[in-house]
């Protein structure tokens, strides 16, 4: 089956580093995602893996293993309007017509506090 | 300016009502997509199509229908609303080429939906 895990909530403090991680167990792999999304808004791209390692963009980088099916967003530097929800989104490369189709999980809520 | 495109973003209506969300896309891209997000809940996708005259169902069984007659425009009809209808629904494209890098999906604003 398709499954997404990340931690429900999370509490960072300005100016602190957060690491938010993701596990994964999908049927058809062809790269992960991580969105941003505001409260009563729509998602925004943040990052992109598909190969081992680490993409650096700013103060956001994101670390993909796929042999472990786990991946991070971490954030440096926290400013208040970092508080959002974080989603891992896996896009599929399954057989039928499910190809590129993201598999989103459940988001990861954080709350960054002065 | 290439963008994605959703209206109305709020709608109020009672049950039993024909219901369209509208949404349409600049950014020539072939693929789009419907979403359906409950407050703090996960997206989960109800339908998709990968270009003109094709569309399928997603992972979330949906009572509503979508169409694509053009690249750009993919609207979503309910025939009769009811409350379980409630929701918030979110229009994505994705496609190679302009402001996509890495075939990523662009969100529209969303169309929050009640049904009374």
């Known amino acids: 089956g398709q499954n997404i895990d990340q931690p429900t909530e999370m509490t960072a403090t300005e100016g602190a580093i957060v690491q938010i991680n993701c596990t994964y167990q999908?049927?058809?792999?062809?790269?992960l995602f991580w969105y941003q999304q505001h409260a009563g808004e729509a998602p925004t791209f943040l990052s992109y893996?598909?190969l081992d390692g680490l993409e650096e963009k700013g103060r956001f980088s994101s670390f993909l293993s796929r042999s472990k099916g786990y991946s991070y967003l971490l954030l440096k530097e926290l400013q208040m309007k970092d508080s959002a929800s974080y989603l891992c989104?896996?896009?599929?490369w399954g057989y039928g017509g499910s190809q590129g189709n993201l598999i989103f999980g459940k988001g990861t809520k954080l709350s960054v506090k002065p | 300016e290439a963008d994605i495109y959703q209206t109305p973003r709020y709608l109020v209506i009672g049950t039993g009502k024909k219901i369209t969300l509208e949404c349409s896309q600049t950014?020539?891209?072939?693929?789009m997509y419907w979403y359906q997000q409950d407050p703090g809940m996960e997206l989960h996708l109800i339908h998709y199509?990968?270009?003109?005259?094709?569309?399928e169902k997603g992972d979330l069984s949906s009572e509503s229908t979508v169409s694509r007659i053009r690249t750009e425009h993919f609207p979503l009809t309910l025939e009769s609303a009811r409350p379980s209808h409630t929701s918030q629904y979110l229009c994505?494209?994705?496609?190679?080429?302009?402001?996509?890098?890495?075939?990523?999906?662009?969100f529209g604003p969303g169309t929050r939906l009640t049904v009374l």
């Open positions: 994505a494209s994705s496609g190679l080429g302009y402001r996509a890098s890495y075939n990523e999906q662009f």
């Open positions: 950014m020539g891209h072939d693929k």
């Open positions: 199509s990968y270009g003109v005259n094709s569309t």
């Open positions: 999908t049927s058809g792999f062809n790269g």
């Open positions: 893996n598909v």
């Open positions: 989104a896996v896009r599929d």
